[in-house]
């Protein structure tokens, strides 16, 4: 048993992205493939950030980074990472980790930490309404 001291340091996540609180009362859980991220660019501070958009991965039913040159089942935009997940816990990297999304919302996007493109937005239409 180790009983050493450790340390471990929190961080606020901006959820300035969100138009309103409208569907944050329904988040779906999902499972997320951190291979599809990068880390400089994605989660420099070892955690995903809440606002990413996501894909659902065919083969493997896990989700990760939306991309509309994807062709694993990503190129299909069905909602966004609205629990910030750290990847990186107790500095043991992580493959996957549990999160939430949000697949019905306001979304203020120029507030996205990843831009969405025009084939996004139609993947999602209906269902997330970008102000």
């Known amino acids: 048993m180790d009983l050493s001291l450790k340390t471990e340091s929190f961080t606020q996540d901006r959820r300035d992205w969100l138009g309103s609180a409208h569907g944050t009362d329904a988040p779906v859980s999902i499972t997320v493939d951190v291979s599809t991220f990068t880390k400089a660019t994605h989660y420099p501070d070892n955690y995903l950030k809440s606002g990413l958009p996501l894909g659902k991965i065919t083969a493997s039913g896990k989700y990760g980074l939306y991309s509309d040159a994807a062709v694993d089942g990503r190129q299909t935009l069905v909602g966004f990472l609205f629990t910030p997940q750290d990847v990186d ?12 999304m949000l697949i019905h919302c306001f979304i203020r996007e120029a507030k996205l930490p990843v831009a969405v493109d025009a084939a996004g937005k139609t993947d999602v239409a209906g269902r997330i309404i970008f102000v």
């Open 89 to 100: 816990a107790r500095g043991v990297a992580s493959t996957a980790v549990v999160g939430s």
